[in-house]
């Protein structure tokens, strides 16, 4: 089974209406025997705040050292989404095998007019997750009310009731005490029902659940709460403080959630946690700050300021507007679409009146007409109301009208913020395609149907890029390519609410006309986005000649920014290097245990002469490392970590190469960048929530890798549908919490995490498919010296140079900007040969 089948198999089962009660959901998990048995579960509902919640609770006990479920809806762009196991998506082929298990019984309980709906189903998948990958706890976020919904099959360990409003009246009850009372049927058998739900609905909770545990700010009841959360406001611009404080304890932290809402649901979250797991304040600290969640108060720019709120409610966009209050802002651009249930009216009327709207719609079937929410918005009082066909153009007018000192707003709906986001997170991959075999990879790869691929697997034979689109913008773009000559294959997938993978395929001339073309229309389904991207991604020039065309020594595309904050014509520190040609990057690892060269370089003075070698044989970058992250080795302090790296730091700050400090803590960051360093070389792809402002700070580089565990964990068994695909996908996420906290996309470098949680094959897959990464428009690291992929090759510790030579010659052929190496003079040779044979004339070194 193709994933695109198994997705809609389970996208079909919205035929059927919702119905209230577990009994559906336990027939099905008894046909798969009940995978989930063994597994403890956590539920929380709510009508506002759930998810995040769900999201915090889940980070803090990945950061105690638990291995976390976690299962919420709706998804933004990936129906894999919805289920993650320790911060990844389920995988496509685990999505396949489950409908699979499941496909038979499901088609004869329809048959008896008995079948699971999409939730269901959806929720069955994420326990049979969870059970198979035998996780120590499980999040569900609850989809509707408490009592009767799917997630209720389980006997939770720990509960939660967020808040209460009016929704889903016809199911749930007319008053906020009825509703309320619904939801309190999460309540655990042997352990309080957390809430933040105060007055009268409260009473209705606790007739049902009995032992609660209230949380809440002093200001929000008469009645004192049992753990009291201050909000403090805003630490930065993505960031606020919040103090929590119990009777016999108290934890102050940033949370990246902003509003005092959101305080209240930390609070919630911090109580869940202390309630059933060994989780220490520093844990639940960090755990909270690293708790990001896209489309909640989401500031993805500053000039203007931009924000991303997936407000669906009333109650939900009072707290919005609250929130927007604590910024400063000229005019304020509002993009507004939403589902026809909601209560528009009531919406308009509860956001900071703006200045200008522009209404919109979502492509989904209950997205409502955006004439209708127009009107709802100019009887709030707004003079200036427009109207877009899609969210891509709403946004782009929206945008175009704001000024540097404006705020734009995109709110109504999740599903509205998930195209939104589409303009900072979609990424164009150009593929290497060297024969039948490789484009028949990029066509499986998109999930096109196999009778497309035998039918197009010819014509991928000049330029390929992989995307993904919306259904409509998939449509045009399919339309205009096959016009000009090229070719256009989609996905099997055709829903409405999910992107659709899109190869294309083309001579660089068929793409130029292409991108003219999309940029010729007068914005329709967005895509003039899409030509912005294609332009970028292919380095396409109107009216240049293809060897004046902007691309690397390496013959990659140059890399992008997305952000707007910095002038295209303010020079960065790596203008000299990367930029022009492949760096070397040369390690000087002042540890005792480093897996290739620990403790030679331990003495100071052993340090200077290693790097003043490195220097003379031609390295651009020291990269100096105090703390090993081989397998199996021990976290050092970063008292001891300052004390090795410090020293070294400031002897050869004047030397004639920049110099990077590989370290996952941001305390050791901010003192080597003051010291002198140039970049910071994160293993951990920014788990310290504090790094990527201290980069920011000191306008430094930041390494950004991919990574499982560092320190790396020995047999840790990761499932990839594609390596290449997958790594991509997590760093993009990463990349966006950089830029950000300030960051230009030239100042961030992805590195693909060789040897941390992929096998040797894997690593071998990155290798040869390095020029992919240039997607993210940032850098790309290559980072492989004596590494244990040299195994498969029959290369044993200690005799992997001429393995690791070879790896380095082919990195800076396919496009790597950095190689990251032990051995400098050899690995230099390497790149420049590299480098001569894809341009003689350009690179000629002298003696």
């Known amino acids: ?33 009940h995978p989930h048995a063994d597994v403890d579960f956590v539920q929380i509902a709510g009508s506002n705040g759930k998810g995040s919640t769900a999201r915090m609770l889940e980070r803090t006990l990945r950061e105690a050292g638990y291995s976390v479920g976690l299962y919420t809806s709706p998804h933004l762009e990936d129906l894999r989404e919805r289920v993650r196991v320790d911060g990844r998506k389920i995988p496509r082929s685990a999505v396949c095998e489950y409908v699979e298990a499941i496909r038979e019984y499901v088609t004869a309980q329809a048959a008896d007019g008995e079948s699971p709906t999409f939730f269901e189903a959806m929720t069955a998948m994420a326990l049979w997750q969870f059970g198979r990958e035998d996780v120590d706890v499980a999040i569900l976020e609850v989809g509707i009310g408490g009592k009767y919904d799917a997630t209720s099959i389980v006997d939770p360990i720990a509960s939660a ?15 906020e005490a009825e509703i309320a009372r619904d939801k309190a049927h999460v309540a655990p058998d042997d352990a309080p029902l957390v809430t933040g739900v105060t007055g009268e609905p409260l009473d209705a909770i606790r007739d049902v659940a009995g032992d609660v545990v209230t949380v809440g700010t002093d200001t929000e009841t008469d009645t004192q709460p049992d753990v009291r959360v201050t909000y403090e406001g805003r630490a930065n611009h993505i960031e606020a403080t919040v103090s929590i404080d119990g009777d016999d304890w108290d934890l102050e932290t940033r949370i990246p959630l902003l509003g005092e809402h959101q305080a209240v649901n930390a609070g919630i979250a911090t109580v869940l946690a202390r309630q059933f797991a060994d989780v220490s304040a520093s844990a639940l600290a960090r755990g909270l700050r690293s708790a990001h969640w896209p489309g909640r108060f989401e500031v993805i720019d500053t000039e203007p300021l931009t924000v991303l709120d997936g407000a669906h409610n009333p109650g939900a966009c009072e707290r919005l507007g609250e929130t927007l209050a604590t910024y400063d802002y000229d005019d304020l651009h509002v993009v507004f679409g939403a589902m026809h249930e909601k209560e528009h009216r009531a919406m308009a009327a509860a956001l900071p009146t703006p200045e200008h709207v522009v209404t919109t719609e979502p492509t989904l079937d209950r997205a409502e007409d955006r004439a209708v929410l127009a009107e709802a918005f100019a009887d709030a009082g707004v003079d200036t109301v427009r109207t877009e066909a899609t969210v891509q153009d709403a946004l782009a007018r929206a945008l175009e009208a704001a000024d540097g000192d404006d705020c734009v707003l995109v709110t109504g709906s999740l599903f509205v913020v998930a195209e939104a986001r589409s303009r900072w997170t979609r990424t164009d991959v150009p593929k290497r395609i060297r024969d039948l075999a490789d484009a028949r990879d990029a066509l499986e790869g998109a999930n096109v149907a196999a009778g497309d691929i035998e039918r197009l697997d010819g014509d991928a034979v000049h330029r390929v890029v992989r995307t993904a689109l919306r259904d409509r913008q998939a449509s045009v773009l399919k339309e205009e390519l096959l016009r000009v000559g090229g070719e256009c294959a989609l996905s099997g997938i055709e829903r409405d609410d999910e992107a659709v993978d899109a190869v294309l395929m083309g001579t660089l001339a068929q793409f130029e006309s292409l991108v003219e073309a999309l940029e010729s229309r007068s914005r329709p389904h967005g895509v003039a986005d899409v030509a912005r991207e294609l332009r970028d991604t292919l380095a396409l020039e109107a009216g240049a000649d293809a060897e004046d065309r902007p691309t690397s020594a390496a013959g990659h595309t140059a890399g992008r920014s997305r952000s707007p904050s910095r002038s295209t014509d303010e020079a960065t520190k790596s203008d000299a290097l990367w930029t022009d040609r492949t760096a070397v990057m040369g390690i000087l690892n002042v540890t005792p245990d480093s897996f290739h060269d620990g403790g030679k370089y331990n003495a100071l003075e052993d340090a200077v002469a290693r790097a003043e070698a490195m220097v003379d044989a031609g390295v651009d970058v020291i990269d100096v490392g105090g703390e090993s992250t081989r397998p199996g080795s021990d976290p050092v302090s970063v008292d001891e970590e300052l004390e090795r790296v410090l020293p070294v730091i400031e002897a050869i700050a004047d030397l004639d190469a920049m110099l990077s400090v590989d370290t996952r803590r941001a305390a050791v960051a901010d003192a080597t960048l003051a010291a002198g360093a140039d970049i910071i070389n994160d293993v951990s792809g920014l ?14 580089n930041l390494v950004v890798m991919h990574s499982i565990d560092a320190p790396v964990v020995p047999d840790r068994d990761v499932e990839y549908d594609d390596v290449v695909a997958d790594v991509l996908d997590q760093l993009s996420e990463r990349v966006l919490l950089a830029e950000k906290a300030g960051l230009d996309r030239e100042q961030i470098i992805v590195d693909p995490g060789i040897g941390f949680g992929k096998t040797a094959a894997e690593n071998f897959e990155l290798l040869d498919r390095i020029d992919e990464f240039h997607a993210l428009g940032c850098p790309v690291l290559f980072g492989h010296s004596h590494k244990s992929m040299f195994e498969h090759v029959g290369r044993e510790p200690g005799d992997r140079l001429e393995a690791t030579v070879a790896a380095t010659a082919l990195a800076a052929d396919r496009g790597a900007d950095i190689v990251r190496i032990h051995d400098v003079a050899e690995n230099v040779a390497a790149v420049r040969t590299a480098l001569a044979a894809r341009d003689p004339t350009r690179f000629h070194w002298q003696p």
Not at 6 to 23: M, N, S, V
Not at 164 to 173: A, D, R, Y
């Open 687 to 700: 788990e310290d929530p504090e790094m990527r402002f201290v980069v920011a700070d000191h306008d430094a």
């Open 1 to 33: 089974m193709e994933y695109y089948e198994a997705a809609d198999f389970l996208f079909d089962l919205r035929r059927f209406r919702p119905k209230p009660g577990t009994e559906s959901t336990a027939r099905l998990l008894s046909h798969l025997e």
């Open 161 to 175: 009731v967020t808040s209460v409003t009016l929704e889903h009246t016809g199911i749930l009850g007319d008053t």
